[in-house]
């Protein structure tokens, strides 16, 4: 069963830190390259970080150095450490595969970031 729920949203102020999670299915985070992606309103939902299954991420120039990408096998979990926040970065944020295949997207988490 195909399966994504992202968590660990909320309000951040400028300069602060959220940690995201993903759960995923087996089927969805094996072998897979995983990565987070974002919707702010308006706008159309672009790629942030992704991961290799090996490991090695990959960053948008406008979060490398802020955010950390990471994912746990045992867990089928990958994270998204979000650090030096910025009202830009106000967005529901989604994991899925990489690069997008069909239709399928989680429900999302909510960040607003604001003072």
């Known amino acids: 069963q195909v399966q994504l729920v992202e968590s660990g949203g909320g309000l951040g102020q400028p300069g602060g830190s959220l940690r995201l999670s993903c759960a995923a299915s087996?089927?969805?985070?094996?072998?897979?390259?995983l990565a987070w992606y974002r919707q702010a309103p308006g706008k159309q939902r672009e790629w942030v970080a992704f991961?290799?299954?090996?490991?090695?991420?990959v960053y948008v120039g406008s979060v490398r150095g802020r955010f950390t990408i990471s994912r746990d096998s045992a867990k089928n979990t990958v994270y998204l450490q979000m650090n030096s926040l910025k009202p830009e970065d106000t967005a529901v944020y989604y994991c899925?595969?990489?690069?997008?295949?069909?239709?399928?997207w989680g429900q999302g988490t909510q960040v607003t970031v604001s003072s």
């Open positions: 991961i290799t299954p090996r490991g090695a991420p």
């Open positions: 899925n595969i990489y690069p997008i295949a069909g239709d399928y």
């Open positions: 087996t089927s969805i985070f094996s072998h897979n390259i």
